[in-house]
């Protein structure tokens, strides 16, 4: 395989072990595998989600494509180079996390330029750049608020905004409208849609929620149940762009997705959950 032809991101054969401690808490028991032998590929320009059972590891795999944390054995590919732990992190990927990773003594405009700011760009370039963004994502004219002075939804725009504009070429996103209510939720879901759209960008997408990996994505991944996470189904979602979240959600064809989908994912759910109720 070429470098043009390789996909975006390739976890090829990951497996991930932790120490964990014995069960008197006194000292090192077995080790853990959170993932064993899992592969997963993203494709140039691909929108790709990963749904799976509570605890099952799709944060963790996230983190090994960002180079966040290094997998006890296989491969990380990046536009068909490897990812090696020497390396860092993954600089060709942008990561938005489900939790707000803003800077509160900044304001909305500080926050969008503070990436550019430290790559050297010079300020009044960063100033202009962070401004068309807090525009494209509907923030025009708040750049001088602080996040505690923003709603949820102006919080996760200004994130998205925060990302995007350092351009990466693959977007890794942790659950990160889980924390919204249903009504922006699916606008920022929307939004998401839009931007993505304009240049298509490669997109690793965690969620626990189906409807909302079906409505965006190309493809959904399937986990099972951890310990020893693996993918278990992968589904192509054919259906025509662009798309509108709320409304895709009452087609028949949405429906039949869903159901099958939620067939390859129901008994690993009441798996990790009997798991759960035992521990």
């Given at each position: 395989m070429t470098i043009e032809s390789a996909p975006a991101l390739e976890l090829a054969d990951i497996t991930c072990r932790f120490a964990s401690r014995d069960a008197r808490g006194s000292g090192a028991g077995e080790a853990y595998t959170a993932v064993a032998n899992a592969t997963l590929t993203v494709g140039k320009g691909e929108f790709v989600s990963?749904?799976?059972?509570?605890?099952c590891g799709k944060s963790t795999?996230?983190?090994?494509?960002?180079g966040l944390l290094e997998p006890s054995s296989g491969k990380v590919s990046v536009f068909g180079e490897q990812l090696l732990a020497s390396q860092g992190v993954n600089r060709r990927a942008g990561y938005m996390f489900?939790?707000?990773?803003?800077?509160?003594?900044?304001?909305?405009?500080?926050?969008?330029?503070?990436?550019?700011?430290f790559r050297g760009v010079p300020a009044s370039e960063a100033a202009t750049r962070a401004d068309d963004w807090l525009r494209r994502v509907g923030l025009a004219g708040f750049g001088d608020r602080y996040p505690h002075q923003m709603s949820g939804g102006m919080r996760k725009r200004l994130a998205l905004a925060q990302t995007l504009i350092l351009s990466p070429d693959i977007l890794l996103m942790d659950e990160p409208f889980s924390a919204l209510d249903v009504q922006t939720r699916q606008l920022m879901e929307n939004e998401l849609l839009a931007l993505w759209a304009e240049d298509r960008k490669s997109v690793l997408f965690?969620?626990?929620d189906l409807e909302e990996a079906i409505a965006l994505s190309d493809r959904v991944v399937v986990l099972s149940a951890g310990p020893g996470t693996r993918p278990i189904g992968d589904f192509r979602i054919d259906q025509?762009?662009?798309?509108?979240?709320?409304?895709?959600r009452m087609t028949p064809a949405f429906l039949a997705l869903h159901k099958e989908i939620w067939?390859?994912?129901?008994?690993?759910?009441?798996?990790?959950?009997?798991r759960q109720k035992a521990a």
């Open positions: 990963v749904v799976g059972p509570t605890g795999l996230l983190n090994v494509a960002a489900q939790a707000d990773a803003l800077m509160p003594w900044r304001t909305g405009l500080g926050n969008v330029l503070a990436g550019l700011e965690i969620t626990h025509p762009r662009p798309r509108d979240v709320s409304e895709i067939g390859a994912m129901k008994e690993e759910v009441l798996k990790a959950y009997q």
